[in-house]
């Protein structure tokens, strides 16, 4: 899939994906050999692997081009100069707490509509929207679309809601609408900026990660948990999901885990407590 989200890699769905070979892959694949552990292999990067024989079990060094294993799909609305809504698709994006962090090549439309406004509206779409996200490949909201985009057959689309199928409805605590079809809408705040691969010169200035903090958590009844008052049944919750370019859903829970075991409550931390106290969206022309 392919945004005006992110810079790096031909799909801009992973900031900076494909810049970083990893350094030290394939450096286990000695380890262990003939202690009864699988044994690796480590091979030449130049080394045409295609018609080799794969074994399983066996770790080979690779060098992809990505490195996506799987992430939720994410709908970031922002407003445009003219207060005109953006939506644009991402998935390099995770969460700590009401914390998130969006990864975003720093000369998509997206990244300067936070930079200027500080809000977003982080909207997640479930697995029956695969159609409205992929609409939404390779299009920009920046016209005229930047010449490194246009390359990789970027266009411009002003109505991205509209491009989408989807439908914009007012947010509570900020200015870019969310998307009423996606059965999360989180309504968030920018806190701070952080460039990525600042060290490369290369790549300096390419990619910026904005640490975003949600104040408002807005979800269909359809997947909150029956008997609770805040929580969501991830028995119900199926999220899209992005892994190397191709669009997943989940299949059936594969195990009971330890984890769950944990009462949700013990990680509540202080900007719940805080999102109650944001003010209503100001009313703007």
């Keep these: 899939m392919t945004t005006d989200t992110n810079a790096g890699k031909s799909t801009g769905m992973s900031a900076g994906a494909g810049t970083g070979t990893s350094a030290g892959a394939g450096t286990e694949a000695s380890a262990g050999a003939g202690t009864g552990t699988r ?39 922002t407003r445009n100069e003219d207060g005109s809504p953006n939506l644009a698709p991402m998935s390099s994006a995770f969460w700590l707490g009401w914390r998130c962090m969006l990864g975003l090549g720093s000369r998509s439309q ?6 200027r406004e500080r809000e977003v509206v982080l ?4 697995d029956t929207l695969a159609g409205a996200v992929d609409a939404l490949a390779l299009t920009t909201g920046r016209d005229p679309v930047p010449e490194g ?4 057959g970027y266009r411009y689309v002003g109505d991205k809601f509209g491009r989408a199928g989807l439908t914009p409805l007012a947010s509570e605590t900020v200015g870019p ?12 705040v920018v806190e701070a900026t952080h460039p990525l691969a600042d060290d490369d010169p290369a790549q300096r200035g390419g990619i910026t990660v904005f640490e975003v903090r949600v104040q408002r958590v807005l979800v269909h009844d359809a997947i909150r948990m029956a008997g609770t008052g805040h929580r969501i049944d991830p028995d119900k919750w199926r999220p899209l999901l992005m892994s190397f370019q191709e ?3 989940l299949g059936g829970r594969l195990r009971p885990s330890a984890l769950a075991s944990i009462p949700e409550d ?5 900007d719940i407590a805080r999102s109650r106290t944001a003010a209503g969206a100001a009313v703007r022309p």
């Design 266 to 270: 013990m990680y509540r931390g202080p």
């Design 123 to 126: 909207n997640l779409p479930d």
């Design 177 to 188: 609408p969310r998307a009423a079809e996606c059965p999360v809408a989180m309504e968030a």
């Design 247 to 249: 669009l997943y859903g």
């Design 39 to 77: 044994a690796g292999r480590s091979t030449d990067p130049g080394q045409d692997l295609s018609q080799e024989t794969l074994t399983p079990g066996r770790h080979t060094r690779i060098e992809p081009g990505i490195l996506y294993f799987g992430t939720p799909v994410v709908l970031l609305s």
């Design 110 to 115: 997206t990244a300067r509509n936070l930079l």
């Design 149 to 152: 985009k246009a390359r990789r």
